[in-house]
């Protein structure tokens, strides 16, 4: 009992401590937080030291290929490889879509081109690699048909 009364003293004790934890007030109200917040016209000479925001770049450049890329001839190569192959094409075919590097075609002012490409490159690859194993698929369960429908025997 001793020992509780002596914990619940110590804690009331430090309570008004508690408070010491907090933000304080900055001691200059309009200096910025972070770096971006501070923005700088390109033609300024200090311009060049701010990192670019590569984070908005990349998503600018996975949208545009969300919106701009096509991935119809990686479909078209994937079920062609599926139906010769099987799944053997499907893998080979998915492994090379997998492997490529689209580029965008033109780069949109205002942005950082590496950041843009890497972006653009990452959602492009995902959609070939995607459309190659789903064409790919579609190839072997044509492939699988074609040969059930030939070793069955049936007369159709």
Known sequence: MRRTLLLLVAL?????????????APLLPHAPHTLADVSLEPTEPLARLIPADCD??????????????SAT??????FVSGVVLGLIGTAVTWAIANSSTPQPNGLPDGVEPSCYREG?????????AGSALIGGLLGTLVFVVLYVSATSGSVY
């Open 12 to 24: 009331a004790a430090a309570a008004p401590n508690l408070n010491a934890q907090h933000r304080a």
């Open 56 to 69: 908005t770049d990349r998503a600018k450049g996975r949208e545009a290929a969300g919106t701009q890329h």
């Open 73 to 78: 001839g990686w479909f078209a190569g994937g």
């Open 120 to 128: 653009y490159s990452a959602r492009a690859k995902g959609t070939n």
